[in-house]
């Protein structure tokens, strides 16, 4: 039977999931206008991170140990939470120019964020599978939302790969319950490490890792990603493109460092081949996308590769936990500056649907500096070039790489930065140097996400120990 | 007694079947029973395995497994049905506006 | 082995005794052709259209609807066998539980998706 503790460990998810449902019955009932439902729903996500940060410090598990709350949920709860509020805000504007304002957006929306939250809390791979699902099916709707053939398009390959992808997380968890006797990650690590270990374990152990690849788009299970982030609305993309990344790495990490230590162990290797396979690929395609959205989509591959960088066990504990922080430091830069990015791309799709081309960008420096300056700021981010937080956290990352002794690893890393200087400086050069007449949309909400990230994004730069810091306590996992 | 490595290597057959069908086949109603068909691999892997380890969990986690197969079925149609009444066709290689 | 004996034997008796009544009534009955005789239904509705009409798309709504309430009722089962145990936060429990249903049940209902014209 459930005792306070219990719920005091998913307190923030639980305010979280009755402030949706209730919003969800508001919104068909009572509210005419959607904007009011999007401020309800921002509302909702800001009490849910004042509560989030209540419980900083705090660590237990709760339910007979189906969910733990430590620093690491609490460090990623938070950067979801961000980036929900961040989803909100982009979407306003461009569900109301697109013409398909309907109130569900923000309560999927919810739905997704609760999902999210639950995976960086879950330490039973039950509630891994329910967290999985609960943040992925809102997804699938979200991307087919505006129903034209593009956005449905979307929807329907993002579904059936995700439901794909989910096949193999649960038959994985299948066979790691068959070698192990137990779903809960703590009792799956007892047993592996007090016997001989088994086939069925280490099999179970790579299929879930191949499901979370799919779902986090690393090469070779990356074909979906241009497809469904071109096709999907633009700001379903700049919220999937982070928030999905965040919590399948954070899901990963869960997973793999807690119940599998030493299998993931003996994928060192084959983990730093699929990071640096994944950085190649994705950085070499990107440079030929003439859209924006698809050079994007690109660019979110590859910067899996560098966050997974940080995942591969370097043997080392010390080395590990700085490794494991520098990734949950890049998840953070990445966040913002995606957010930022993609939200300046917003700004210059017109209602129809286009201005969505590199060329689109022309002139745009001439007529909105301030536009052109937050997009500059971001795409050097991107790159890794100083003083952004994109350039510090490479720095972590390769720096971690260097230390475990991966050096062709951390190598690869800096040249494939190299490479995608090329296709991001292009952005930069055709709004500064080309001629052109771009028009983007003007909205409060909009406005202030992109100025807020961009600030953001050079500020934390110049002082990022505090950060840094932070991320280093939220690895120890319970 | 049926042993359970029986039900396992029947469970893994399943599962490939399916794997394979949604990489073989072309129409995305099929692509999502095959889908459906490695789910289920997964529940009676977890049957079987509940039975040998004599613990309920593998059972608990096949109520849950159904239950979201369930939404994903709801989604999934839902997405299909748009996609037939826009294009009158649910070949996946029709559905190709998107390239790059 | 020996308990799949009776199973096999089974199955053997089984499709003998099928194929025997197709077969008996093939090879002994009289047989008379006519027109009326070769409609799908004999002496019943006269069939038009194709066999595989369309179907209104509010079928397949209520279909999704009834999946997705029906597959909830899964979980009432376990919950029944050790209700005695839980006692009162079973109830609570159990309460919260249809709570969520119903507020997807009212989503569905105020969207008009009970309807059927």
């Known amino acids: ?478 | 007694m049926v042993k359970v490595d029986y039900y396992i290597i029947l469970s893994a057959i399943l599962f490939i079947t399916g794997a394979l069908g949604v990489l073989v086949r072309r129409n995305p109603l099929i692509i999502f029973m095959s889908v459906e068909l490695m789910l289920n691999a997964a529940n009676l892997a977890f049957v079987a395995f509940a039975n040998m380890h004599n613990n309920l969990d593998g059972q608990i986690f096949v109520f849950f497994v159904m239950t979201v197969a369930a939404a994903e079925v709801a989604v999934g149609l839902a997405l299909i049905v748009q996609i037939f009444k826009a294009k009158h066709s649910i070949n996946v290689d029709d559905i190709n506006s998107l390239k790059g | 082995m020996l308990e799949y004996v009776a199973i096999a034997l089974m199955i053997v008796v089984s499709t003998f005794v099928a194929l025997s009544a197709i077969g008996m009534g093939e090879l002994l009955g009289p047989k008379k052709k006519s027109k009326a005789k070769d409609v799908p239904y004999e002496s019943g509705m006269l069939p038009y259209g194709e066999g595989t009409r369309r179907i209104p798309v509010r079928f397949y709504l209520i279909a999704v609807l009834f999946i997705l309430f029906d597959i909830e009722v899964i979980f009432f089962l376990p919950w029944a066998v050790v209700f005695r145990q839980l006692r009162i936060f079973g109830l609570i429990e159990m309460a919260v539980f249809i709570g969520i249903l119903l507020v997807g049940y009212a989503y569905a209902w105020k969207k008009g998706a009970l309807e059927w014209e």
Request: glycine content about 8%.
């Open chain 1, 1 to 478: 039977m459930p005792q306070p503790l219990d719920f005091a460990t998913l307190q923030p998810v639980i305010v979280l999931s009755v402030w949706t449902c209730v919003l969800l019955l508001l919104d068909v009932f009572l509210i005419k206008r959607k904007s009011i439902t999007a401020v309800l729903t921002a509302f909702g996500l800001a009490l849910t991170l004042g509560l989030t940060f209540m419980q900083v410090g705090a660590s237990n598990d709760g339910f007979s140990g189906m969910v733990v709350q430590d620093g690491f949920s609490t460090f990623i709860n938070a950067l979801q939470l961000v980036g929900g509020l961040l989803g909100v805000a982009v979407a306003h504007a461009y569900i109301k120019r697109t013409g398909s304002e309907r109130g569900e957006y923000y309560t999927l929306l919810l739905f997704s964020v609760i999902g999210m939250m639950l995976m960086a809390q879950s330490n039973d791979l039950i509630m891994v599978f329910i967290a999985l699902e609960l943040l992925s099916i809102p997804l699938y709707v979200l991307a087919a939302f505006t129903r034209n053939t593009e956005s449905e398009e979307a929807g329907i390959k993002y579904f059936l790969l995700g439901a794909f992808s989910t096949g193999f997380v649960v038959y994985g968890i299948a066979l790691v319950y068959g070698a192990t006797a137990s779903t809960n990650l703590h009792e799956i690590v007892a047993f592996a490490s007090s016997s001989s270990p088994s086939l069925l374990l280490t099999i179970g152990a790579a299929l879930i890792l191949v499901g979370f690849a799919f779902k986090v788009a690393v090469v070779p299970f990356h074909m979906w990603t241009p497809d469904v982030y071109q096709g999907a609305p633009t700001a379903v993309t700049a919220f999937m493109s982070s928030g999905a990344k965040v919590a399948g790495f954070a899901a990963l990490l869960r997973v793999f460092s807690v119940a599998f230590p030493n299998i993931s162990m003996d994928m060192a290797p084959v983990l730093a081949a699929i990071s640096a396979l994944t950085m190649i690929v994705g950085n070499i395609v990107a440079v030929s996308q003439t859209n924006i959205k698809r050079m994007l989509a690109y660019s979110s591959i590859a910067h899996a590769g560098y966050i997974l960088m940080a995942f591969v066990p370097y043997g080392d504990a010390q080395v590990s936990a700085d490794a494991i922080a520098s990734g949950l430091f890049y998840l953070v830069a990445y966040m913002l500056t995606n957010f930022g990015a993609w939200a300046v791309v917003i700004a210059l799709e017109t209602k129809s649907g286009s201005g969505l081309e590199l060329s689109d960008y022309s002139g745009l420096a001439k007529k909105y500096p301030a536009i052109a300056a937050a997009m500059t700021i971001f795409m050097l981010s991107l790159i890794g070039f100083p003083p952004t937080l994109g350039m510090v956290g490479k720095f972590y990352l390769f720096r971690a790489a260097l230390q475990g002794g991966y050096t062709t690893l951390a190598l690869i890393g800096v040249i494939t930065s190299l490479v995608s200087a090329f296709y991001y400086l292009r952005v930069i050069v055709n709004m500064y140097m080309r001629e052109g007449d771009p028009t983007p949309a003007r909205d409060l909400w909009l406005d202030l996400t992109w100025s807020i990230t961009a600030i953001a994004t050079v500020v934390v730069s110049l002082a990022p120990q505090f950060l840094f810091v932070l991320a280093s306590t939220a690895v120890m996992l319970k």
